[in-house]
């Protein structure tokens, strides 16, 4: 395992060479050595200049300093241990906006098979993070962006995700943490973000060319996410804005990429909050 004096930059010479090789065209990527947040960043970007950032491109770092989690929450590790970057995607006209609940969990299905080429086994937590074992492995925000008006698209989602490579069991920043190269994985940041980057680029069209929200999930695409989130099946806590919380089993995802938990005492439509797993329901 590398530490912190002996990791290497990106090198997006072999970034693009595993591109080329997967057949994806990425328009742009800019990877400057630190950065306080990807996602800032290329939200700021795409805002003022979207014509420089077509569907795609790839905003990355070696070193994010204030990297935003949910909740407000702030995220920072070691530099050039993790795979770190934000890419954007326009929403087509006429998409149905209720379907946007499937983005982080197209991009957690994404990442957790993007991981079994490193030879790990990772899990879809709802909604936006990938666990192994467990731990959290990486984490996913994506932020919608409004556009100029005139643009072909009114918007675009700016999606931010983070990937635990290389960390050390000293360098993580909370016990509940892993990362591939302490699960027995072994991978590149360059070989990650090829695959990662790949599955995105196959994936999220075919979400935004469904027809209804509705219609993406009932597709096989949407089972196949299901298939990989842990949070289903589990007892689950909730805790939602306004300090209400929901006890129950997470029984499904709806059309809007929302949890079922069942109560007991009936159904209910979890769209945002704090998921914790209790334990595996009985």
């Known amino acids: 395992m590398h530490t912190e004096a002996s990791r290497s930059p990106f090198d997006l010479a072999t970034l693009r060479a595993g591109l080329a090789s997967a057949d994806v065209e990425v328009p742009r990527i800019e990877w400057p050595a630190a950065c306080p947040s990807t996602n800032d960043a290329l939200a700021e970007a795409v805002a003022a200049v979207p014509e420089e950032w077509a569907d795609g491109a790839v905003y990355g770092t070696d070193h994010q300093t204030a990297g935003h989690g949910r909740l407000g929450r702030t995220w920072t590790v070691p530099a050039a241990a993790s795979l770190t970057f934000s890419t954007v995607m326009r929403v087509p006209v006429g998409f149905d906006l209720a379907g946007l609940g499937w983005v982080p969990l197209i991009a957690g299905w994404d990442v957790a098979e993007a991981v079994d080429t490193a030879g790990v086994s990772a899990q879809v937590k709802w909604p936006n993070d990938v666990l192994v074992d467990g731990k959290k492995l990486c984490g996913i925000l994506s932020r919608a962006c409004q ?3 005139g643009s072909e698209a009114a918007m675009a989602i700016v999606l931010g995700i983070g990937i635990n490579v290389d960390i050390t069991a000293d360098e993580l920043p909370v016990e509940t943490a892993t990362s591939i190269a302490l699960a027995g994985g072994t991978i590149t940041r360059e ?9 995105l680029h196959q994936a999220i069209p075919a979400l935004f060319s469904s027809t209804t929200a509705e219609a993406f ?9 299901r298939n990989r989130m842990v949070t289903l099946g589990m007892d689950v806590r909730a805790e939602l804005p306004g300090d209400v919380q929901l006890r129950g089993k997470a029984v499904d995802v709806d ?6 938990i069942d109560t007991g005492a009936g159904r209910e439509v979890v769209s945002a909050g704090e998921v914790t797993h209790l334990r595996p329901a009985r």
């Not at 999930?217 to 996410?225: E, G, N, P, R, Y």
């Open 147 to 149: 556009l100029p008006a």
């Open 191 to 199: 070989q990650l973000l090829a695959e990662v980057l790949r599955g």
């Open 217 to 225: 999930a009932q597709s096989a695409a949407a089972d196949a996410i």
């Open 255 to 260: 059309a809007g990429g929302n949890l079922i």
